[in-house]
């Protein structure tokens, strides 16, 4: 390691040359240092060194006059005291015009670079980052530095590379090892961090950060137990609510549904956030214990009123528990929380189905979402059967062209929804139009041929235009479809799941 940097944190940039004398030196420290370090559970938020050197002088041979030499070294500290100070913008003034007289000084392009960046101008940040790293090629912070930078701006691979180069020049350093192993995981490259985070626990077992991240990347690779292990260990350092709520992830993959919910409440207790409290409820919901799901959805919606996902979450439990008008009121105002959300509407439909007594609400929602997404098959599906449920023992006058034209609107833009196949062919039924149900049918069968109300419903087509036989053959597969009926529960259960899952995956982003 050069005599500018030390250890973890880079040094302020030193201005020497090898034929200039060496100024006593001055001891710059930043007051907001960084380190290089950074975490999964904040989604990789990267940010760059701050600098901590030994100031010498500026290199004599370049410059015309001992005059010109204190001026330009002056220039130099003032924009150092700039940066340290936090007044960037005065920092990169004086630092572009001294780049201009020492174009080729390692020191003050990564200032200028470090100021570019704290500014969050950084892709100007990584060109003189670059050209502090052609300057001095084996110094680990500045290939530190400028692959913080790409992976701010979201050029993992270049990242990638200098944080490997990084590793190279020091492989034994904690930090190299631990920046690597978290630009894989943030690359989606799990199996290949592993490695570099536990070369980095094993340099510093007490780093937290460090084993969190491992532990989630055990988790992420499915080594469930190595996970377990090492959260466990990291409890004894320090008890925390986002341990705990790693603990359940674990316990929830590992099958131990009942140490999972307990984790989740743990760790609720500990930091009543919204996402805790979104997770504690969620494997109650998952695993069908409804009444506790419910408490815990309801007192996290009074606490965050404005959550979208919680308004959701105590709709699909309250729906789950046969509550349906008021699991229709809770999903309205998550449909109003975050309108153009399309899960909300799947859920919200079915609700409705058992409960159309909150019709013009439900429509006027329904309808909305075909004007915000009028592209989305499924939007205009949902549009349909709320005006065909809401109305068709309510209104002589229902406008049944308007259903169906917004069914076939539906299957246009998505020729694979088998629901609207089977709908359009029922409302063709309920008009008599039994030959142009059965296609509908048949469509939809073939879509999916899970679809056991399509069996009833085509073999009673087949009933009323005379093929007896084929009608029979469908109410065979109809009865035997509906004899699989608990099925039904884990289909429920898998779309739980899926919301759930998708809301987590969404929270980190």
Known sequence: MSSCETGRLLKAPCL??????????????????????????????LALLAILTLLACFPIGALANEGQHSQLEQEFQAAVAHYNAGRFQEATARLEKLVRDAPESFEV????????????????????????VRLKPDSTAARTNLATCYARLGKLDLAEKEFTKAVELEPRNFDTNHNLGELYVRSGKVADAAPYLEKAQRIDPTS?????????????TGQTANARQQVQNLLKQKDTAELHNLLGEIEEKDGKFVDAANEFELAAHKDPSESNLFDWGSELLMHRTLDPAVEVFQQANARYPNSPRLAVGLGMALYSRGNYDEAVKAL???ADLNPADPRCYFFLSKAYDSS?????????HFRRFTELQPRNGQAYYYYAMSLWKGRRTQDPELDLHQIESLLKTSITLDSKLAEAHLQLGNLYSDQTKYADAIPEYLRARGLNPDLADVYYRLGQAYVRTGAKDR???QFDVYQKLRQQHLADLDKQRAEIRQFVLSEKEAAKQ
Do not use: H, M, W
């Open 16 to 45: 020497q040359d090898s034929s200039s004398p060496v100024l006593p030196p001055s001891l710059l420290i930043a007051p907001n240092a960084v380190v290089t370090s950074f975490s999964v559970r904040t989604r990789l938020q």
């Open 332 to 334: 309205l105002r998550g």
């Open 208 to 220: 937290y950060d460090n084993g969190y991240d491992l532990s989630l990347a055990y988790l992420l």
């Open 356 to 364: 159309p007594g909150q019709a013009e609400e439900v429509i006027q």
């Open 109 to 132: 392009r990564e200032l200028l670079g470090l100021a570019y960046s704290a500014q969050s101008l950084d892709a100007k940040a990584s060109e003189q980052l670059a050209k502090a």
């Open 471 to 473: 009608a029979q053959e």
